[in-house]
């Protein structure tokens, strides 16, 4: 299980996933040659920033809805901890190079490595992420041109060249915690006459 902190150390897991295949790739490492040129902050933070060549902004986070109903683990001693939130976490990626050529074969690079590498775990992740080491799922979202409108909208910028992504599931564990008495004796009196 992760900390408060997985939400940050999703992004900068998919970031250094990303960097580790772009340094390989001469093409697109010609684009991007540095690890600070890919950013978390959003295209609207970055607009006049030309150092930052690929924004990876997390838009939207939610609970994921196929596991909400899990049971509590256990914590320290005899203590119940409640089960971990779970969320999506949506990106917008977007490549900030100059050129619509230079943006494409940037923008199919990080396709690429996110179908190649849609699992991230292990050394992929990192903080505590790496420390529960769960696997993270990075998933080609097809977002709708009026949703994606709406993004770029509420980013006050025009629309540009990016795909959406939702990563799952982000687990934030509970800090809460229920002492349950333990169970001292046993009872069997099943079918006895009179009770």
Do not use: H
């Not at 998919?14 to 697109?28: F, H, R, S, T, Y």
């Not at 010609?30 to 920033?49: F, R, V």
């Not at 119940?80 to 230079?102: A, M, S």
């Not at 909208?153 to 008495?181: G, H, P």
């Amino acid at each position: 299980m992760s900390n408060y902190t997985a939400l940050a150390e999703v992004g900068e897991s998919l970031a250094g996933v990303l960097w580790q295949e772009i340094q390989l790739d001469p093409v697109v490492n010609a684009l991007i040659d540095t690890e600070n040129k890919i950013s978390l902050k959003s295209p609207s933070d970055l607009a006049n920033d030309v150092s930052v060549r690929l924004s990876i902004y997390l838009y939207r986070v939610v609970e994921d809805p196929y596991t909400k109903n899990q049971f509590p683990t256990f914590g320290n001693g005899a203590q119940l901890r409640k089960p971990p939130l779970t969320l999506d976490l949506f990106y917008l990626i977007t490549p900030l190079v100059g050129e619509p050529r230079d943006q494409q074969i940037v923008l199919g690079k990080v396709m690429q490595v996110l179908y190649d590498r849609a699992i991230l775990e292990g050394s992929d992740l990192v903080g505590s992420l790496a420390i529960a080491n769960e696997p993270l799922r990075a998933i080609l979202n097809p977002v709708s041109l009026e949703e994606g409108a709406r993004v770029w909208q509420a980013l006050e910028l025009s629309y540009r060249l990016s795909v959406c992504y939702v990563v799952r599931i982000a687990m934030v564990d509970s800090t809460r915690e229920q002492y349950v008495q333990p169970v001292l004796e046993r009872s069997d009196s099943y079918g006895e006459a009179g009770q």
